[in-house]
């Protein structure tokens, strides 16, 4: 049996009514979350310019944020960019990646076009996900430090068995769904701290969704487009550096929404930086020091987080997300990371500046510590202020946003695009969407609440 229908299988073979309430808890509030990352997105020139670029296919998909609808394939392609445009969206320690925006804009987009239940679209992303990562635990950290972007290139796959899902596609026919994926899956690291990287996660939406709909059509694929010596496996990542074994035991035992899990951002920034966000939160509360007494910063955290464009101090408001020094910084000096704070304007703070150029980092190995930080401020007096954090809240399920939180995190983003009132609705309807009878009924009050 090829790896491709082996996964397709395990996939089709997960049952709704074996999934643990506390499984479809976090699922619903990480499909919550991006529904508000993506409307915090909708009005932002990435976006725009992808509306603008060619998307002119009008159907029953609602481009959330804006009063318009598009085929399915567009509308996952708008609204996967949209959801990672201010990189606010969750990220999974399996996937190295953001798994929820690549799976939930072409799932949202299908169920309005079929008429599906809530319920239907929750039991799909919760497939997708386990696809995704459980495909990723063979080839992570391998293939992220490769250099290949797993949000994209591995979310694909899960977008596809999610919409294979819904559609109630065969074993059969999901193989070929994924086999089509693999080969177009793409987005390389290069382009983070770009607006190029959330249009990774646009197109890896529409095409998981094409894939599917392809298969449906009778449309094959390789049946080894994964494991063929010229496969996915080893043109992305190379013999000896992946393990099969890996991707096919455990499914479901526990999910890996589960455990590990999925982390919710605090932070409107790069996951990577977060628990010395924390860290630098917890020092400036207990001391405050003045940006003319901080002689030096350093960061101590695991080498996996400090890629190089997260070492670099920020120069616009786009790669600020991804500057660990612009973070700590913004963090020592203010005492909070807000979405306000990247905004051009916040850049040019002088003492946030002067902070920014003070900052050392210095990586460790420990992978049992890979998201902790440490921080270290040693004042112009010689004297040594400090804060450590073992993980950042938010860190998955076992340290989850407090409700109140994520809550209050969603009404922020939503409401820069719906009024308050639509808000406050559309969240109740996602923390209840399994009992919905059609999605459209969510997606009509977005689109009636919108400016």
């Not at 005492?335 to 003492?351: K, M, R």
């Not at 609705?425 to 969407?433: E, H, I, K, R, V």
Request: glycine share 8%; aromatic share 6%.
């Amino acid at each position: 049996m090829t790896l491709a229908l082996q996964l397709a299988q395990r996939a089709v073979d997960l049952d709704y009514r074996d999934f643990p309430s506390d499984a479809k808890k976090w699922a619903r509030e990480a499909i919550a979350d991006t529904v508000g990352c993506a409307l915090l997105g909708a009005n932002t020139e990435t976006t725009a310019s992808v509306l603008n670029a060619g998307m002119e296919v009008a159907g029953p998909a609602l481009v959330l944020g804006r009063k318009q609808r598009l085929a399915p394939l567009e509308a996952a392609f708008v609204n996967g960019t949209s959801g990672h445009a201010l990189d606010y969206d969750d990220t999974s320690k399996s996937l190295s990646g953001h798994p929820t925006v690549i799976i939930i804009p072409g799932l949202l987009a299908l169920a309005e076009a079929r008429g599906a239940s809530g319920q239907a679209l929750l039991d799909g992303y919760i497939v997708g996900v386990e696809l995704a990562t459980r495909f990723a635990r063979g080839v992570n950290f391998y293939h992220y430090e490769k250099g290949w972007h797993p949000t994209a290139t591995l979310g694909i796959f899960g977008a596809a068995a999610a919409a294979s899902r819904l559609m109630g596609l065969s074993a059969g026919q999901m193989a070929h769904a994924l086999a089509m994926a693999a080969s177009f899956a793409s987005g390389v690291k290069a382009n983070f701290g770009t607006p190029t990287k959330p249009v990774h996660a646009g197109i890896a939406a529409r095409n998981g969704l094409f894939a599917a709909l392809l298969a449906e059509q009778g449309v094959g694929a390789g049946p080894r487009a994964l494991e063929h010596p010229q496969g996915f496996l080893e043109v992305f990542n190379g013999s000896g550096n992946y393990d099969v074994d890996k991707m096919l035991t455990g499914w479901g035992d526990p999910l890996d929404l589960m455990s590990p899990g999925l982390s919710i951002k605090k932070y409107p920034c790069v996951y990577s930086v977060h628990g010395a966000i924390d860290a630098a939160i917890e020092i400036n509360g207990k001391n405050a020091p003045a940006a003319a007494a901080i002689e030096k910063v350093v960061v101590h955290m695991h080498r996996r987080r400090m890629l190089p464009h997260v070492q670099n101090p920020a120069s616009s408001a786009l790669n600020a997300k991804f500057s660990l020094p612009y973070a700590v910084a913004r963090a020592l000096i203010t005492g909070a990371v807000t979405l306000d704070h990247f905004e051009e304007e916040a850049l040019h703070d002088p003492d946030v500046m002067k902070v920014m150029s003070l900052i050392e980092m210095v990586p460790h190995q420990d992978d049992s510590n890979d998201y902790g930080a440490e921080v270290t401020v040693v004042l112009a007096s010689g004297e040594r202020l400090k804060a450590e954090v073992a993980s950042p809240l938010g860190r998955g399920p076992e340290a989850p946003l407090p409700a109140e939180m994520l809550r209050t995190k969603f009404l922020d983003c939503a409401s820069r695009s719906i009024s308050a009132a639509g808000a406050r609705a559309t969240f109740d309807m996602l923390l209840d969407l399994d009992a919905l009878p059609s999605v459209s009924r969510l997606t009509d009050e977005i689109e009636a609440a919108t400016h």
